[in-house]
C-alpha cells in the first residue's frame, strides 16, 4: 500500500517526544509501534513481532550488539586493572589545561583510526577523568569524540569503514565499472568528496581554541559548570552515580603496559584479520593472561567484572536495537520510496550531492539510522 504523508508520521513521532522527553529509547519503541499501528491496524502486535525477531535474527545486527557488549566488558577491565589509569596518567603529562586536554583528545580521535566503535569506547573511557579535572563538560568531550570517531574512519583506507564502503561500492551494480582496478581503489577516490568528515574533524580544533563560539546545548553546559562545578548534567547523575562512587584519583599509579598491551592486540588484529569481534576476544583473553596470573585480578573476579562491564552495556545496546527495529518498520511502510518519489521530480545532477545530504542527515537526526535509504 501507499501511505504517503503517513509515512512521516512515525519520523515526526520520534521526533516529538525526543525532544519533550529528552529520552531515546521511549521515543524509538512508541515510533516503531505507530509505524505498525498504520500499516496492520488492532492487528499491529503481529507486525511489530515480526519485525523485532527479524532484527534480532539478522547476523550483522548480532554483531553490532556483541561488539558494543564485548567493548563493556573489556573497558571495566581495563579500568580494574589500573591500566586505564596509567594510560591516562601518561596523557596527562600532555594535558596542561582545557585546551591541550581536548586538542590531545582530537588527536588521539585521529590516531585510533581503526573502528568507531575502538574510537569512541576506548577513548572515552581514557580521558573522562583528565577532561573532569580541568572541568570540561562532558558534552564537549562527547562532541570531540564523535566528530573524530566515524568521520576519520571514513577518510583512511585502512579501517572497518574501507572494507564495508568498499563491499557497498562493489555490491550495487554499475559502481564496479567506474575503472578502477579494486574496491579499495574506488574508496581512495571518494575520500576527496567526503565533505561531512571532512569538515567536522577540521572544525574541532577551531571550536577548541575559540574560533567557533560556544551555541545552544553547549554554552548551557558550560554555564553549569560555571554555576555548580558538574560536568555532566543532572539527567545522567544515575549514569555516573556506580562510577563515582568506584573511582579513583589521577594520582594513583596504574600501570601503563596493562592498557597499552591489550589494546595494541586489539588494534593489530581488527587491522589483519578485518573482524572487529574477534579482536575484542582476542583482547579479552589477554587481559586474562596479563592480569590474573600477576594477581592483578583473580580468576572470579575478572569473570564477575567481564559480566558486570558486559551487562553495563544493554541501555546502548537496546538504543541500538530499536533503531534497527526503526529500520524495519521504515522501511516496510516504505518511507523511503515515498520521499524518494517526492523529491524526484527536482531532482537534477548538480543538486542531487545536496538534496541525498539533507534526507539522509534529516533522517538519521530523527531515528538515528541511515541505511533505510541504502536498501
Known amino acids: 500500500m501507499n501511505y504517503e504523508l503517513l509515512t512521516l508520521l512515525l519520523i515526526a513521532v520520534v521526533l516529538v517526544l525526543a525532544l519533550l522527553s529528552k529520552r531515546t529509547l521511549e521515543p524509538l519503541i512508541i515510533g ?5 499501528i498504520i500499516m496492520d491496524g488492532w492487528s499491529f502486535p503481529m507486525g511489530w513481532m515480526e519485525a523485532f525477531f527479524d532484527v534480532a535474527s539478522n547476523r550483522n545486527h548480532q554483531w553490532v550488539f556483541m561488539v558494543c557488549a564485548l567493548f563493556g566488558s573489556l573497558i571495566t577491565l581495563l579500568g580494574a586493572s589500573h591500566g586505564t589509569m596509567g594510560f591516562s596518567k601518561a596523557l596527562g603529562k600532555l594535558c596542561r589545561g582545557p585546551k591541550s586536554t581536548l586538542l590531545v583528545t582530537w588527536v588521539m580521535g ?3 583510526f581503526v573502528d568507531d566503535y575502538l574510537n569512541i569506547m576506548t577513548l572515552s573511557s581514557c580521558m573522562k577523568q583528565l577532561t573532569d579535572k580541568y572541568k570540561i563538560p562532558r558534552e564537549n568531550l562527547s562532541y570531540i569524540i564523535d566528530s573524530t ?12 569503514w574501507a572494507i564495508f564502503f568498499s563491499g557497498l561500492f562493489f555490491a550495487e551494480e554499475g559502481v564496479a565499472e567506474l575503472g578502477f582496478p579494486t574496491a579499495i581503489d574506488t574508496f581512495i577516490h571518494v575520500i576527496p568528496y567526503s565533505f561531512y568528515a571532512i569538515v567536522v574533524v577540521v572544525l574541532v580544533p577551531l571550536f577548541i581554541f575559540g574560533f567557533l563560539p560556544k551555541l545552544g546545548r553547549m554554552k548551557t553546559a558550560y554555564q553549569r559548570v560555571a ?3 558538574r560536568v555532566y548534567s543532572l539527567e545522567s547523575h544515575a549514569l555516573n552515580l556506580e562510577e563515582e562512587e568506584n573511582g579513583e584519583s589521577l594520582d594513583f599509579q596504574g600501570n601503563i603496559l596493562d592498557f ?3 589494546i595494541g592486540v ?8 578485518g573482524e572487529l569481534f574477534l579482536a575484542v576476544l582476542a583482547t579479552i583473553f589477554t587481559c586474562l593472561l596479563l592480569y590474573v596470573p600477576r594477581k592483578k585480578l ?14 553495563n552495556m544493554i541501555p546502548t545496546v537496546a538504543i541500538i536495537y530499536f533503531a534497527f527495529v526503526m529500520q524495519e518498520a521504515m522501511s516496510d511502510i516504505g518511507m523511503a520510496i515515498y520521499v524518494i518519489g517526492v523529491v524526484t521530480p527536482y531532482l537534477n545532477a548538480a543538486f542531487l550531492p545536496f538534496i541525498i545530504f539533507v534526507l539522509v542527515a534529516g533522517l538519521n537526526f530523527s531515528t538515528g539510522s541511515v541505511w533505510v535509504f541504502l536498501q
Open 227 to 229: 554555576e555548580t562545578g
Open 266 to 273: 586489539l588494534i593489530t588484529l581488527a587491522i589483519v584479520t
Open 32 to 36: 516503531t509501534v505507530v509505524a505498525y
Open 149 to 160: 570517531g566515524a568521520p576519520v574512519c571514513t577518510l583512511l583506507p585502512f579501517s572497518t
Open 260 to 262: 597499552l598491551l591489550p
Open 110 to 112: 585521529i590516531l585510533i
Open 298 to 311: 583473580s580468576l572470579a573476579r575478572f569473570c564477575e567484572l567481564a559480566l558486570h562491564g558486559f551487562c
